[in-house]
């Protein structure tokens, strides 16, 4: 079966700080992959999505990064934190095609003080 | 570009009440149509999904049928529990074909529902 992991869990970062924050999924070959962040009081942002190893696409401009090393891997990552990268970020991966269910991964939640 | 609207919360009904939380979409095409469910301190889960137009989706007691001619998704369910208490996001699979293909995901902003006992 497929699982999708998402690490670390829960992180405080001070500003200006470096954020690295990884995803991988096991059990499945070529998925698509998605980093969504959820603001306090605030719903599902998509930030990046990808449909292969190098191919990265950015929903909105910001201070964040995201890359695809390997098929199966998914990191979000950050030069300089700001406070207003504070929130829940989520990976997530669905099977190619449409109408397919997306499986998020655990959660990750980011403080910047 | 793909959207969807749902209703603002948050939401609070008492045990047994009859829930609706609306959802309506703009898309091109035929996309297909989701509710997720987040509960208290977890991740995002599938609670139910529709693939083509009257199509139900149900699951846990919440139904929602896919409306193209109103281009809805609302949900419901008809004696909402304690256990409810979560929130809710309405979600559709573009139907566009891009350059990074077809297969991404627009949520709505969620709605938080609070059942009192």
């Known amino acids: 079966s497929q699982t999708i992991h998402q690490w670390p869990a829960t992180l405080v970062q001070p500003v200006g700080s470096p954020l690295s924050l990884e995803c991988t999924v096991e059990?499945?070959?070529?998925?698509?992959l998605y980093w969504y962040r959820q603001a306090a009081g605030r719903g599902l942002q998509l930030l990046f999505y990808s449909i292969g190893i190098g191919q990265i696409s950015s929903e909105v401009p910001q201070n964040l990064s995201a890359s695809r090393p390997q098929d199966r891997q998914f990191i979000l990552s950050s030069k300089k934190l700001l406070l207003s990268d504070s929130g829940f970020y989520l990976c997530?991966?669905?099977?190619?095609?449409?109408?397919?269910?997306?499986?998020f991964g655990e959660g990750s939640w980011l403080t910047v003080v | 570009g793909d959207s969807v609207t749902q209703m603002e919360g948050p939401v609070t009904l008492s045990e047994e009440a009859f829930l609706t939380i609306n959802c309506t979409y703009t898309?091109?095409?035929?996309?297909?149509l989701f509710w997720y469910v987040q509960y208290p301190g977890e991740g995002l889960q599938l609670l139910l999904k529709?693939?083509?137009?009257?199509d139900k989706g149900s699951n846990k007691g919440f139904e929602a049928t896919y409306r193209k001619e109103t281009t809805s998704f609302h949900l419901e369910k008809g004696s909402v529990q304690v256990s409810d208490s979560a929130v809710y996001f309405c979600a559709l699979s573009g139907a566009i074909i891009s350059n990074f293909g077809n297969e991404k995901l627009t949520f709505g902003t969620g709605t938080r529902l609070t059942i009192i006992p």
């Open positions: 997530a991966w669905t099977p190619r095609g449409t109408g397919n269910t997306i499986y």
């Open positions: 059990g499945t070959s070529n998925p698509n």
């Open positions: 529709a693939t083509k137009a009257d």
């Open positions: 898309a091109t095409g035929y996309p297909s």
